[in-house]
């Protein structure tokens, strides 16, 4: 059994900062990717960005430059900082992690229960 459990979102007024955390917890052997995607109402799922196990990260084009994701492999856990908010970054927030359970070769797709992000005055 594999949890991935969300915490930090909020409500917050546009141009302010919020921080999002995500740990990983349970039968994990090892994780490769980690990240973050987002769920606008009445829109499809979108990546926000991710992180791989040796550093390298990749954004989305509406984030760049106002978010930075991070992790630490230690904690099994995944940050994501986010300045300068946007009214359009309010969505629901889900991490995501790509990981390998109890020594097993295969990898897994997994998806925490999502934490909301209001940004308004």
């Known amino acids: 059994q594999v949890q991935l459990v969300e915490s930090g979102g909020g409500l917050v007024q546009p141009g302010g900062s919020l921080r999002l955390s995500c740990a990983a917890s349970?039968?994990?052997?090892?994780?490769?990717?980690m990240g973050w995607y987002r769920q606008p109402p009445g829109k499809q799922r979108e990546l926000v960005a991710t992180?791989?196990?040796?550093?390298?990260?990749n954004y989305a084009d509406s984030v760049k430059g106002r978010f930075t994701i991070s992790r630490d492999n230690a904690k099994n856990t995944v940050y994501l900082q986010m300045n300068s908010l946007k009214p359009e970054d309010t969505s629901v927030y889900y991490c995501?992690?790509?990981?390998?359970?109890?020594?097993?070769?295969?990898?897994?797709?997994?998806w925490g229960q999502g934490t909301q992000v209001t940004v308004s005055s």
């Open positions: 349970g039968n994990v052997f090892s994780i490769n990717l």
């Open positions: 992180i791989t196990s040796g550093g390298k990260t």
């Open positions: 995501y992690a790509r990981l390998r359970r109890g020594g097993g070769v295969l990898e897994y797709d997994y």
